[in-house]
């Protein structure tokens, strides 16, 4: 199957390619013009999709290292790496899966600019997938660099009144961490005169250097997960995005942080990882509680999910750090898994937002009399978000949890309390949107959820409970590569 991974990443751009084209030749104000756009977007992230279940099944889970690689002379010792291993193939997987859910989600929100919206969210798939895949630094960092531009314009254009002040603060904080990680990645080709990741792995950098290059890559994954207190801009951007845009953004690119982590912190810079490791678990306690204090404050609904996806993220970055085996897999599975019920659960905000036209949670109320159908969906994945055990919440945070407990106790038993504060601020929520009586005189005429939208939420429902009642689905390819990882750490550090 020697090039379906260049196949996979490059995909979204024959969608580009070919709306572009339609443009050309059609007259854009036909409204016939949007829905055709509609259509090939739509048929693109579907074969994305395809391809990226075929290199699934064609993967050897037996196998830990890197898999399906292609490599080509670029320029200047610059090589175009390709590769995909247990722990980013799911990534891909989870990538092109949220997409076509993301499209139909835009279907009849957005109504301006069609064209240009589906270019960025084709072009958004494309550099994602291809930070998964990268095999060679320089080409990690284009991919990771260029993602920001289609997700700066998704927010700046299409969202709310305050879109421009939520973009630049997401492409600034951002871009500053990028940064610091690039003067690192170049720091790593002069010394080891080498930009290939595979050769990196296992390079043995000295601790001294590690310490600074393992600082200026969590100066970039710490923003992107993001970890507290680096966070503030992931509310804002999220209040001010489109909905299918909150989906790509706690879906996806949060994952990148972890994923980075997992991929350069953890295998490349161990004794310095080591080092950290205090300073990341109380970084991470503090995020699990006080934004679960802070999301149960919350008037807004984007904002208090936003705050919880910061919460969660403290799971991944507790496990990441623990060091053993059941962490890794826990905080691998959490993204996963995080990366389906948060999706969900924007998506419900973007339901009854696109019928009332605000977020504010006060204003509903008794939804359960209108909207049963809605009722149940939302109860599932805020059980989900809660950690109930049957979904895919609990696996990853009991995982990250017990890896936590075995490197350090008290760290876990604080961040055991984020458990409960999290069901105290999401049932909080849906006892006051769903239950009691249909107070709001405006709420009488909502609909509960049509054909487009139960669609919607199908694959997203069963993802959530085949995750949580069959995990192995996951571990049995995560398994090779994660015992590999915590073997190199163990290796390096003697722990």
Known sequence: MNGILSITV?????????????????????????????????????????????????????????????????????????????ISILFVLLTAFLLPLCIVASWKSITNRVVEYMIAFLMLEGMVLGVFCALDLIVFYLYFEFQLLPMFLIIGIWGGKNRLYAAFKFFLYTLLGSVLMLAAILAMVVIAHTSSIPELLAYKFSPAVQTWLWLAFFASFAVKMP????????????????????????????????????????PMFPNASVLFTPMV????????IYTSLVAFRQTDFKKLIAYSSVAHMGFVTLGLFSGNLQGEQGALFQMISHGVISGALFLC???????????????????????????????????????????????GEILSLTGTYGASTWPAILASTGVILSAVYALNVYRNVTFGELTNPALAAITDLDRRELTLFVPLIVATLWLGLQPGLVFNITDASVSHLVGVYHAATGR
């Open 10 to 86: 490059l995909s979204p751009l024959i969608g580009v390619a070919a709306i572009m084209l339609l443009r050309a030749f059609a007259k854009p104000d036909d409204p016939r013009t949007s829905e055709a756009v509609r259509w090939i977007a739509l048929a693109n992230t579907l074969a994305t999709l395809g391809l990226s279940v075929l290199m699934v099944a064609q993967f050897d889970p037996h196998k830990s290292g890197f898999q399906f690689v292609e490599d080509l002379n670029w320029f200047s010792g610059v090589h175009y790496r390709m590769g995909v291993d247990g």
């Open 227 to 266: 970890m507290w207190p680096f966070h503030t801009w992931l509310p804002d951007a999220h209040v001010e995005a489109p909905t299918a845009g909150s989906v790509i953004l706690a879906g996806i690119l949060l994952k990148m942080g972890g994923y980075g982590f997992m991929r350069f912190s953890l």
């Open 281 to 288: 678990f109380t970084l991470s306690v503090i995020a699990i």
């Open 349 to 395: 905000v973007g339901v009854v937002y696109d019928r009332m036209h605000t977020r504010e949670i006060a204003f509903y109320g008794g939804l359960a009399n209108r909207m049963p159908f809605y009722a149940a969906v939302f109860m599932l994945f805020t059980m989900g978000n809660v950690g109930l055990p049957g979904t895919s919440g609990f696996i």
